[in-house]
């Protein structure tokens, strides 16, 4: 088998993809006993193999922690529903306004700037395509990052710094699989997507520039997420190492909840406003306790997902579905929740099989497949490495 891997062998600190146990709010102090999650990316830290057989969807569908998830889940969402309609929803929203309102009255010059450190930050780093584990030796790849820093800062050129991001992905191509990059394209789009259509206020999808960059966010968040059910092993090193992340749970009843938690909180973010806003906040409760124990370059690479979050509970906008009646509002929920399982576990595992095959794993993967392919250093040249056979 012949697979891409884009991470450095002394890094192994056992940090899991976003590996998380919150939910919304309620779910956090019902379900979980207000767990302090942490999330943070496996193929940063950890080895990993692309092109192995990932896990049958049928063994997540027979976990029974999964389920309990999802239906921990569904009981906050339809709480939420029927919270909104009332005095209360109207209240919490209205102190949401209030405190992030000089947040949101600059919201562009926000994104902007948060885009623009971005990439210095990369630049600064070095050696990455857009993320710490596209890693390349050419050096003006890191150039070109800092050239799109500059762009962000002119509407004139925004277009340009736009293209620039959709051009170091499909760059990226040439030394990662595509399947790899795929973990990339939706935030990708959606950040170039933002820059694109803030550049012209004129524009009739100009008013559609955070809804693009929040998609982007959201089927960034479920397509990760995924990781936990498909590839539970590559986060076994997290639970070893940090065993106070699983707050006392068994490992393998941790990270399928935590995938359930992670998917369900991207859902959330296409939803209802006050589901949106609630999720937007649990998730940057996450995010950002997970910088102390993770690092500066847990920090970098998830800035721009964390400046997202920040704005997705600022907006004050309606969104999502519009059901006035209470109860097709509540049961459109578990309907919307199964159409994205569907759209999106559907794509993974589908699309996997399309270019790796269709060899399904029934137990975890040995140990001598994890072999890094790739190392930042002179020593082990970019490219691809023959992984061993089990």
């Known amino acids: 088998m012949i697979v891409h891997q884009g991470t450095v062998a002394t890094l192994r600190r056992g940090a899991g993809r976003r590996l998380s146990l919150g939910l919304p709010l309620g779910v956090l102090l019902a379900g979980f006993g207000a767990a302090t999650p942490a999330y943070a990316h496996v193929k ?6 692309v092109g192995a057989a990932p896990a049958p969807i049928t063994s997540t569908l027979a976990n029974g922690w999964f389920w309990l998830g999802i239906v921990l889940v569904l009981a906050f969402f339809a ?18 306004d209030w405190a992030s309102a000089p947040l949101w009255t600059r919201s562009d010059d926000f994104m902007r700037a948060i885009i623009g450190a971005f ?15 596209l890693q390349t030796p050419n050096e003006w790849v890191s150039w070109l990052q800092l050239l799109i820093a500059l762009l962000v800062f002119s509407r004139r050129t925004m277009p340009l710094a736009a293209a620039g991001i959709i051009g170091l992905w499909v760059i990226a191509l040439r030394d990662y699989d595509f399947f790899h990059l795929l973990d990339y394209l939706a935030l990708g789009v959606g950040v170039a997507g ?5 550049s012209a206020p004129e524009s009739k999808w100009y008013k559609h520039r955070f809804a693009v960059l929040r998609w982007g966010v959201a089927i960034a968040l479920m397509w990760s997420s995924l990781e936990k059910f498909a590839y539970a092993e590559w986060f076994y090193p997290l639970v070893e190492e940090r065993p106070y992340l699983t707050f006392g ?16 909180m991207g859902f959330g973010l296409l939803w209802t406003p006050l589901i949106r806003r609630l999720s937007a906040v649990a998730l940057l409760v996450i995010f950002t306790t997970a910088v102390y124990p993770f690092g500066r370059i847990d920090l970098v690479g998830h800035a721009l997902i ?5 704005l997705i509970a600022a ?5 999502g579905p519009r059901l006035k009646t209470l109860m097709p509002a509540i049961g459109a929920v578990p309907a919307g929740l199964l159409a994205a399982m569907v759209i999106i576990a559907g794509s993974y595992w589908g699309l996997h099989t399309v270019f790796y095959g269709d060899a399904v794993r ?3 993967l040995a140990p001598n497949t994890e072999l890094l392919t790739h190392m930042p250093n002179a020593e082990q040249p970019h490219g691809m490495v023959h992984s061993p056979q089990p």
């Open 44 to 49: 940063w830290f950890a080895p990993y193999v």
């Open 79 to 96: 709480a939420t529903v029927v919270i909104a309609k009332g005095k209360f929803g109207s209240a919490v929203s209205s102190g949401l």
């Open 119 to 133: 990439f210095v930050a990369i630049f600064a780093v070095g050696g990455v395509y857009l993320t710490p584990d």
């Open 194 to 198: 933002y820059l694109a259509l803030a």
């Open 249 to 264: 749970m068994p490992r393998d009843t941790f990270i399928p909840m935590a995938g359930v938690a992670e998917f369900t």
């Open 306 to 310: 964390i400046s997202t979050l920040f």
């Open 315 to 319: 907006d004050p906008t309606p969104s």
């Open 362 to 364: 029934t137990e975890p």
